[in-house]
């Protein structure tokens, strides 16, 4: 019967009734409700063990019901290590438990607990470093013994993808605290994105009893759900996780198979805090769990958690939680209280009433298991001291809840800065020095009685309204005495098994072994002992491990700290960083111009550039012809995303001097120079051409790719050298053309008349400004293309109306607009390379022969250096070009370029650049080839599937050797 342990509504606010999800655990098939997930159905048909840790291979069951320990870690056909309380069954057919041999309920590998004492705290550092090797023989095993899920490589990946979301205010935390400050913040005008790693919105009053009646709970959550879900400047994302913290408000969340990138111009964390367990002998078996993993079983899946039940609590939360239990029907045969007195008699009348003994001043010290579940605990008094005393009973009971307390979810929070600081008296650690733009509010900023839950919420709230420029109202600052940790709940056992860490099997006296070791430092007791290092990164073991080390290494809790809390929250799939991602696209001022001429676009870096224009079915005779109408008459490129920045000041002459390869202080006023520029390597990363505006001005290009690179690195450099120069990145300021052909000079003496075109008085590699139609360009006469040609830089306000002039112009020369494909193919025929594609990560100048571009007399340029060490020595590859008859098969780009033909070959090479050229009817080239293959003349083999085509190396450009197209009259 599928409700045998099922409890009646209200109870099971997550599951439907209606529908039954059958679904198999360890080949045994079970029913659930839909909405269930793995571990709740699993509970409700009496199925408490569900994998096996990690190291001692010890029976484990849910901890916290909440996603938030590693204790039922299950194995998916398609995905390993998923938490069993976090998986709907509906998503769930078949699940396997996880890390042991033989079978769940018997593990061969349990004996590995009898062999403990040999395997003491960082036992692997000092046992298997010698003799030398000895390690490579015990990893095998080693893994094998300590694994945990198995990857299924043959999965198909599922598709995942990332999204952009903008915000006034982001909440991270949909409990009381969250909802009332997304209801306070929106009410003031703000934006507001509220996000819950939770199926439903209300955190704690989901499950949570907040009196001694149960009923405010409710009224209180129905009020502001509607609230929230009514308002229409409130987003909800349930079943989201925001996943880490970066600076100004940056917030990875993931919610499904979709990373939102969120950027929030005020955030508050509202993620309230991890309830504690008590450290005693035996307390990781199943059927141990803490009160809110009761409340929760009770509340979201109306699951009656047990038969007999005894709560052991340090606070006032473990009434209210017996209570509950006792209320739907559950017999609490005990609340053990470790406190000495109880300040709120309401609570103690109120389970007596029920008939619940209460015990004052007394522990759980060991609790004991039959069949892999939990049969019955001992009980001890406590001293004044707090120390374990005599037995007071042993006490028969299939479920042990427990509380010591709480501990703020502080990991966001300390990514952006926060710091910890412990308080003696509440026995808890509190959050301060939070950054301007990120607030806190609720039970992680130490607040428990609802009123002020709600009150601290508001405030946060209002405090974000203020500086958003809504409000001038500052919240209150919120304060509450209700005291929740029980400030000593660890009670080592002689015999040891009274686990701090449940992930990594380790015990109270492996955190002290560590401090004895000399690991006094909380960070070196983690990297030693593995503490916080398993699945749940010390969610539960963090409070412990560090009042164990503070008393051991007699300093203060605050002294001592807790681990440096780093990103990831939760484990984050590969596949939400490698899944489609949103590429913002630019378009340059003519890109209707290019729609409306028929353009193919394709991208170039985040640009959108024709590659050429026409039917993609002509795609190649396309390209041809507006190559042939460059080299035979005259064409014009839109090359507005080529990188534009000024260089300004006294220093601009050594600075560029510095930067570049080639010497730039002696470059006359009015000239360009071509412009390389290597890393501290000695690699090539970018080139570009430098135009000499005046002694102090230079207005430089840069790849489209490159260009952000390239300034970054400027800025990097002058902060060091402190040259009295201004550098500034202009390349949405400035668009530019390129006219190129025979016919260009005609073209721009038509549109441009203030400048002097004539061959002497506008030279090759000369610049020039002038005026089209009144507004102000720059001419750079240039040859990238091998022609005749002219780059206008212009005002990117004027491009378009400089295009249509142009465009208008060049009709009584039949001027044809070419694309990208087509100057790439010209450039080839010029032999000249592009960064990227015709270099690699290990390019350097002298494989390029752009040597003649280095100024050798100069004492000092980025890079210098290596490039003087790494072309002196005996040189292994060179670009060369490459020439094939037009009958053979295209070489492409990445080709492989061998020594020999056959397969004992050796790889020398590859092909960078390769394409058909009508003007030379051939294949042409650039390739990599091993230093033996580079004279011109030699044949060299390129495998294309599998069969090698054998081009002959030729000099250098294939087209017009000797410039004399670029000097047409």
């Known amino acids: 019967m599928i409700d045998n342990n099922r409890l009646s509504p209200p109870m099971g606010s997550l599951i439907s009734r209606d529908n039954t999800v059958s679904f198999e ?111 490579d023989k015990w990893e095998p095993l080693i893994r094998k013994k300590a694994g945990l899920g198995k990857a299924n490589l043959d999965v198909e990946p599922t598709y995942h993808d990332k999204a952009y979301l903008f915000c006034d205010v982001m909440i991270v935390g949909a409990g009381p605290a969250g909802l009332n400050a997304a209801i306070t913040a929106a009410q003031g005008g703000a934006d507001v994105l509220l996000i ?52 100004d408000n940056y917030l990875p969340v993931l919610t499904g198979n979709r990373m939102y990138k969120v950027r929030a111009k005020q955030c508050i964390v509202a993620s309230g805090e991890f309830e504690q367990h008590v450290v005693f002998r035996n307390n990781d078996i199943p059927g ?62 109120a389970a007596q009433t029920l008939g619940i003994p209460v015990v004052l001043g007394a522990t759980v010290f060991e609790a004991q298991a039959r069949n892999n579940h939990l049969s019955a605990v001992e009980v001890h008094s406590l001293d004044e001291d707090g120390n374990v005393a005599q037995r007071v009973s042993t006490v028969e009971c299939d479920l042990l809840c427990v509380s010591s307390g709480y501990m703020p979810t502080y990991q966001l929070l300390c990514q952006a800065g926060a710091q910890l600081t412990y308080n003696d008296t509440s026995a808890r650690f509190t959050l301060k020095n939070l950054p301007n733009n990120l607030h806190i509010a609720g039970s992680v900023n130490g607040i428990h009685a609802l009123g002020k839950v709600l009150a601290d919420g508001e405030s946060a709230a209002q405090t974000c309204l203020v500086n958003l420029g809504l409000s001038d109202v500052l919240g209150g600052v919120i304060t509450c005495d209700q005291n929740t940790n029980f400030p000593w709940p660890i009670f080592p056992h002689p015999k040891g098994k009274d686990f701090v860490d449940f992930d990594e099997d380790l015990q109270s006296k492996d955190i002290i072994n560590a401090t004895r070791l000399g690991y006094r430092d909380i960070q070196l007791v983690k990297r030693f002992s593995t503490v ?25 809790v605050s002294e001592t700290g807790v681990t440096t809390a780093r990103p990831p929250f939760i484990p984050e799939k590969l596949a939400y ?93 009015g000239k360009t120079r071509y412009a390389v520029l290597t890393n501290e390597q000695g690699v090539v990363v970018d080139d570009g051409v430098a135009c000499r505006i005046a002694e102090d001005h230079y207005y430089v290009t840069a790849t489209t790719s490159g260009v952000d690179a390239v300034y970054r690195e400027m800025k990097k450099w002058n902060a060091q ?30 549109v441009c008349s203030d400048v ?108 210098s250096r290596s490039v003087d060490i790494v072309m002196r020595r005996e040189q292994t590859r060179k670009l060369v070009g490459f020439k094939l008859d037009k009958s053979s098969a295209k070489p492409e780009e990445g080709h492989l370029v061998l020594d020999k033909a056959g397969h004992d070959s050796t790889i020398t090479g590859n092909v960078t650049s390769c394409d058909f050229s009508s003007t030379l009817d051939a294949y042409i080239g650039l390739a990599f080839v091993g230093i033996n293959q580079q004279e011109p003349g030699t044949l060299f083999p390129i495998r294309i599937d599998g069969k090698e085509v054998w081009p002959e190396v030729v000099s250098l450009p294939f087209y017009d050797p000797d410039g004399a197209r670029q000097e047409v009259i």
């Open 756 to 863: 002097d075109f004539a061959p002497d008085a506008f030279p090759y590699l000369f610049y020039r400004e002038g005026h089209i139609d009144g507004m102000p360009v720059r001419l750079a006469r240039v040859g990238f293309v091998g022609e005749l040609g002219y780059e206008i830089h212009m005002p990117t306000l004027f491009a378009l109306k400089i295009w249509d002039l142009l465009m208008s112009a060049g009709e009584e020369f039949d001027m044809r607009p070419f694309g990208v494909e087509a100057q790439r193919l010209l450039r080839l025929e010029k032999g000249h390379i592009i960064v990227g594609q015709d270099t690699d990560g290990m390019s350097h100048p002298g494989e390029l022969s752009l040597g003649w571009a280095i100024a050798k007399a100069k004492p000092f340029y980025v890079g």
């Open 532 to 556: 916080g290092m398993g699945p749940s990164q010390g969610r539960h073991s963090a409070l412990a491990t560090a009042r164990l080390v503070a008393e051991s290494t007699e300093r203060t």
């Open 288 to 349: 141990i769990v803490l009160c809110s993993a009761a409340m929760r079983l009770m509340k979201h899946y109306a699951i009656k958690p047990g038969n007999k039940s005894v709560v052991l609590t340090g606070n006032d939360d473990g009434y209210l939680a017996a209570i509950e239990l006792a209320q739907q029907g559950v017999e609490v045969v005990s609340i053990i209280d470790m406190r000495k007195t109880q300040r709120c008699p309401d609570l103690v009348n």
């Open 577 to 669: 960083l490698a899944g489609r991602t949103f590429n913002p696209e630019r378009l340059t001022p003519m890109h209707a111009r290019h729609e409306e001429l028929g353009a193919q676009f394709m991208p170039a870096g985040a640009w959108r550039r024709p590659a050429y224009y026409g039917e993609p079915s002509n795609r190649h005779a396309l390209i041809q012809d507006e190559a042939l109408a460059v080299r035979q008459n005259v064409g014009i490129i839109d090359v507005s995303t080529l990188g534009g920045i000024e260089v300004y000041g006294p220093d601009a002459p050594e600075f560029l001097n510095r930067m570049y390869t080639f010497a730039f202080v002696k470059q006359p006023v």
């Open 25 to 135: 655990f360890e080949g045994k098939h079970y029913l659930g409700y839909d909405g269930d997930t793995v571990a709740s159905a699993l509970i409700a048909n009496d199925q408490w063990l569900m994998s096996r840790s990690f190291k001692y291979h010890r029976p484990r069951g849910p901890l916290t019901m909440a996603g938030q320990d590693a204790n039922t870690l299950v194995q998916l056909p398609d995905e390993a290590n998923v938490l069993a309380d976090r998986v709907d069954i509906s998503t769930a057919p078949m699940v396997m438990g996880q890390n042991y041999n033989g079978s769940l309920e018997n593990d061969k590998d349990a004996l590995l607990e009898k062999v403990g004492r040999f395997m003491p705290v960082g036992f692997y550092y000092r046992a298997f470093y010698k003799p030398k090797g000895i390690w």
């Open 196 to 247: 819950d790693e939770n199926k439903q919105l209300g955190g704690a009053l989901t499950y949570h009893r907040f009196d001694i009646d149960g009923e405010i709970a409710d009224e209180k959550l129905n009020a502001l759900r509607s609230a929230v879900i009514d308002h229409p400047k409130i987003r909800v994302l349930t079943d989201a996780v925001c996943n880490a913290w970066f600076t």
């Open 721 to 750: 050298w402190q040259l009295d120069v201004d550098i500034a990145n202009v390349t949405s300021a400035f668009s530019a053309v390129n006219v190129a052909g025979p016919l260009a000079r005609k073209v721009l003496e038509k």
